[in-house]
């Protein structure tokens, strides 16, 4: 008998029995696709019970989409645990938006400078909330290597709230992994991490209060412009 | 016809042997030259602040002194100095330094930029940092720092407890006069950056545009700042900079950086370097270029037709590869700390030939994958379409604005320092020096995948070296003293071939065991000027992909 015969035959045969081929071939159980472990772990009810904030953070945790935000040698490994071999897709959490505004977590990969702080801010203003941020490198948990810099800020929590930090220089991607997957952790029991410093703000400059610097300076920035100011002398 | 034998075409002041007879320069200078000072690596003539204009564009113009690699700044206690790095691009080995002292109540220098294109930045950068005015500098303002900020961080008196403020403003359109005809307001002001997934890493486009043609770009740097030349001016010659330079160039370039301060202190202090030791150098700054190169390749496609899934993601899979490698040898993905000042840090992974067998499986794997790349990318027909022809960078211009690397190699400019200038076992070995006389986008992407085929085969002959080396002459490390106080006010510049090309240091000492000033010659910060040229009067997309080209990357732009 010929192949082809063979699979005409089987064909005939499976349509005589009722079948479809697709479930021929599938075997039993194909149209339980939606059957899923936790349906039948559910039973007969179609129904659960629980508390809509605690089921929110559930869903919240598991669909994350990070901004892409690359700023030094930590972005290099951020980039390596979303593409193959680490795959942070895996976590329901590998999604980049290149836009702020249609992202959830920032990761913060890099030293934040004077001049990038206010930019920072920014950009993080303009997430929608609920926000969340992981630090990434020891950069921004206290400025790393670079701490005496007369230009670096001394870790991203003096511009912005911090949820999770991952330390390293730079963090391998396996420790960002754990890192995201200890904040969905947080988000899902609705935990959220304490803000410990008094972070820089943006404001107006006319509202800062005047000293020498302010009055060197206001030939050069209008009243209404936002400006950061920071004290150096008192970072830690 | 004469018998008489050709004479070899010799500039002015260059010996027969490619030596520099720095008597007949002086001699060309005539009374501009002042004095005379002996730096490690070449003399250097001192000469009046308003008169550097005259005298580089002699040099230039007869002598041939067609690359200034670099300007140092610095300030003394007694005066401030501007330092310009003179070289020739036929050959590096020829070094000239021009000295500029200038007064410290009035530091006031004449600028360079009507010679050098390259000057304006780096001229910017030492009004920034340390403090010097260049006249007639056609833009003198802050580039790294905020506009507002207080005071010059590498001066001598600079307090870094000081409060600063740092405004963020909405840029105004900075060609509007020109460019505007009255009543018919056609351009646009458009920010590109610092947050932006085109400009790899924090840099800030401003754009003015036509309809969809650059009319004016105008590249704001210094968003990744992070006082690099301070961090290495307060740590120790033998430990404490080391670290450093994996963080210049951070797209798994460490050793090649590694090396470039490797290479200056070593020669500052007399260091000779076990030749084993410079084997395994050899090889793993190859290894973190082939990284390098893979991270311009994938990225370059993911700016000229978004292509998140293909290319960007076989370049990283292919760095992970060698990522594995370099982590067996020394024991860091990313920063890899392996140098040390006369050797490295360890010997090969045990069990070596496990190693060899890998590192050689590798060496075999690139030319097949680079096949398939060609496929990709460059037989790609939508990605000629994109970058033939796009980013044209004339080879005058490149010289002119001190590009190197594979953005010179690709406008014709045979320019290696591995090759030139050479250092590490790179003289011993058989292989090529990749140049493309295109000058375009396309160009300079062929280029860099050709220079991995070449990388691949250096990596190879180093293994075949290293396989055959006797067990007991395996000398990694040559006897170093325990702390290096070189000989007070030694000043020298000394650069490698980086993965973004040339990669130069200056560091001066004082006797102590730190540096009093050390400076970093970035090539991407020298090869992100020319952007200008490529980018005006281009459209949007071209710009984006003339700057992925240049592959730069932020943490060298900025230090």
């Not at chain 2, 067990?471 to 000043?491: F, S």
């Not at chain 2, 090869?527 to 700057?547: F, I, K, R, T």
Request: charged share 25%.
């Amino acid at each position: 008998m010929s192949k082809e015969q063979q699979l005409h035959d089987t064909l005939e045969q499976a349509q005589s029995n009722g079948q479809s081929t697709q479930a021929d071939r599938m075997g039993s159980g194909a149209d339980e696709r939606f059957n899923s472990k936790l349906r039948q772990a559910f039973g007969s009810t179609p129904f659960i019970l629980t508390k809509f904030d605690q089921f929110m953070n559930w869903v919240r945790g598991n669909s994350m989409f990070m901004l892409l935000f690359g700023i030094a040698c930590c972005s290099i490994e951020m980039m390596h645990t979303y593409a193959t071999k680490h795959d942070l897709d895996r976590f329901g959490a590998g999604v980049p938006r290149a836009s702020p505004r249609q992202a959830d977590v920032i990761i913060v990969p890099g030293t934040i400078v004077s001049k990038f702080g206010p930019r920072m801010k920014r950009v993080y203003d303009q997430m929608p909330e609920p926000k969340f941020v992981v630090s990434m490198g020891s950069c921004t948990i206290s400025g790393g290597p670079f701490q005496e810099g007369y230009n670096v800020i001394k870790g991203v929590e003096e511009i912005i709230p911090v949820d999770i930090h991952v330390p390293g220089c730079p963090p391998r991607p396996e420790a960002l992994v754990y890192g995201v997957l200890k904040l969905q952790e947080q988000i899902r029991h609705g935990e959220s991490a304490p803000v410990t410093v008094k972070p820089y703000e943006l404001e107006q400059f006319g509202d800062l209060d005047r000293d020498e610097l302010v009055d060197e300076l206001a030939s050069e920035i209008d009243e209404e412009d936002l400006v950061m100011r920071y004290n150096w002398a008192e970072s830690p | 016809m004469s018998l008489q034998e050709p004479t070899p075409d010799l500039d002015p002041g260059e010996n027969p042997d490619g030596t520099l007879d720095y008597d007949e320069l002086a001699g060309l200078l005539g009374e501009h030259v002042i004095d005379r000072e002996q730096h490690e690596n070449a003399t250097a003539f001192v000469v009046r602040p308003d008169e550097v204009e005259t005298v580089l564009a002699t040099l230039k113009r007869e002598a041939g002194f067609d690359h200034c690699s670099c300007v140092t700044a610095q300030q003394y206690q007694d005066r401030y100095e501007s330092i310009y790095h003179l070289k020739k691009y036929k050959d590096p080995t020829q070094e000239l330094s021009v000295v500029v002292p200038t007064p410290s109540d009035a530091p006031l220098s004449q600028s360079a930029t009507g010679v050098y294109d390259t000057a304006n930045w780096h001229e910017r950068e030492a009004y920034d940092l340390v403090g010097i005015e260049y006249d007639d500098h056609p833009d003198l303002r802050r580039i790294l720092l905020p506009e507002t900020w207080q005071g010059h961080p590498l001066g001598l008196d600079y307090n870094q407890k000081k409060p600063q403020i740092v405004p963020l403003r909405e840029h105004a359109n900075p060609v509007e006069e020109r460019t505007q005809v009255p009543g018919d307001s056609d351009t646009m002001f458009v920010n590109i950056g610092p947050h932006h997934p085109a400009t790899h890493g924090v840099l800030h486009l401003k754009t003015v545009l036509d309809g969809e043609q650059v009319v004016d770009v105008d590249p704001d740097i210094g968003y990744l700042h992070r006082c690099e030349e301070q961090m290495c001016q307060q740590s120790t010659y033998r430990h404490q900079i080391m670290p450093y330079p994996d963080r210049w160039d951070y797209i798994s370039a460490g050793i090649l950086n590694e090396w470039a301060y490797a290479r200056t202190a070593e020669e500052m202090a007399d260091i000779e370097v076990p030749e084993y030791a410079q084997v395994l150098r050899t090889m793993s700054a190859e290894m973190c270029r082939i990284a390098a190169h893979l991270l311009a390749v994938g990225t370059f496609a993911l700016d000229i037709y978004g292509d998140f899934t293909a290319i960007f993601m076989y370049a990283v899979t292919d760095r992970e590869k060698v990522q594995n490698l370099l982590e067996d040898l020394t024991g860091q993905r990313l920063m890899f700390n392996y140098l040390r000042l006369g050797g490295t840090a360890w010997d090969l992974p045990e069990p070596r030939d496990e190693y060899f067998e890998k590192v050689r499986d590798f060496c075999e794997y690139i030319p097949e994958r680079l096949e398939e790349y060609h496929n990709l990318l460059s037989s790609n027909e939508l990605f000629q379409m994109r970058v033939m022809d796009t980013g044209i960078l004339p080879p005058e211009e490149a010289k002119s604005y001190g590009c190197t690397g594979p953005v010179a190699r690709a406008s014709g400019i045979d320019y290696d320092l591995r090759r030139d200038d050479p250092y590490g076992y790179y003289d011993e070995l058989d292989w090529n020096v990749i140049t493309d006389d295109g000058c375009d986008n396309f160009s300079r992407a062929l280029v860099r995948l050709e220079e991995m085929r070449e990388s691949a085969r250096i990596i190879e002959q180093c293994v075949d070296v290293l396989e055959d080396w006797p067990e007991d002459e395996r000398e990694i490390q040559a006897n170093v003293p325990r702390t290096l106080k070189p000989e007070p006010d030694t000043e020298i510049y000394r650069a490698v071939e980086a993965a973004k090309g040339e990669l130069g240091i200056y560091i001066r000492s004082d006797g102590t065991d730190k540096p009093a000033r050390f400076k970093i010659r970035s090539p991407a910060f020298c090869n992100l000027q020319s952007l200008e040229v490529m980018a005006e009067g281009e459209y949007v997309p071209d710009m984006v992909a003339a700057l992925g080209s240049l592959d730069i990357v932020l943490g060298e732009v900025d230090r």
